[in-house]
């Protein structure tokens, strides 16, 4: 019988997939934990504590206790998103239709909407998805990554957030802070950090995955 340490374990594995791409690593920047220790907590060499499972719950904003339940047999009937804490699905839409912190999804044509995304991660109504363009911020984040996004979550230094410029224009980078100073630093080094300034934060990025499912329809339309 499973005990809430095989949770914990299993949790690390499903947190990793769409938090940090599979990798060790990413999570361990993202958590502020040692990546050899994540290493240990996934083989089961180790037993996830009470400190590290809500350490990784305030990095990674999951309510708490989330680590400690069995999430393969709670998945919901209904599952379209309807409240913060809602597992489900989001819209894949299109950079253009990010105007503000939360029109993305009520702009969304569904008659265009390429997919409908799959997330365990909770979420607000009007979290949508975005498939990463151009290079800024490779390789953590190749052409064709699948970005979950709530603009109803505050950011904080840290974050990978989306990004609206004063030309208009929608980027992804991640938000870094020096003293008082906000800056937007991008994963390819051949792009200098630079103050956030006059931008506008429009979304915090929940979860990354290069798979996503279902396209043109929702799940619920299965």
Do not use: C
């Amino acid at each position: 019988m499973a005990d809430v340490f095989d949770f914990r374990r299993r949790n690390l594995t499903l947190v990793m997939n769409h938090y940090a791409q599979g990798k060790q690593v990413a999570l361990a920047e993202r958590t502020d934990l040692n990546d050899r220790y994540i290493s240990q907590l996934v083989t089961g060499r180790r037993n996830m504590g009470n400190q590290t499972a809500r350490k990784i719950e305030r990095a990674l904003r999951l309510p708490e206790g989330y680590m400690d339940v069995d999430h393969r047999a709670q998945q919901p009937a209904d599952t379209t998103p309807q409240n913060p804490a809602t597992v489900g699905v989001v819209p894949l839409v299109q950079w253009g239709e990010v105007e503000d912190a939360r029109t993305a999804v009520a702009n969304a044509d569904p008659a265009r909407t390429e997919a409908w995304i799959t997330t365990v991660v909770p979420h607000s109504p009007n979290a949508y998805a975005l498939r990463v363009e151009g290079d800024s911020m490779q390789p953590r984040f190749p052409t064709g990554t699948v970005l979950v996004v709530d603009p109803d979550v505050a950011p904080r230094p840290g974050d990978f957030v989306i990004v609206k410029e004063q030309t208009g224009e929608i980027v992804f980078k991640r938000l870094r802070k020096d003293g008082s100073a906000l800056l937007l630093d991008a994963a390819n080094d051949r792009y200098p950090m630079r103050p956030l300034g006059d931008a506008k934060i429009v979304g915090v990025v929940l979860s990354a995955t290069e798979v996503f499912l279902r396209r043109g329809r929702r799940a619920t339309d299965q």
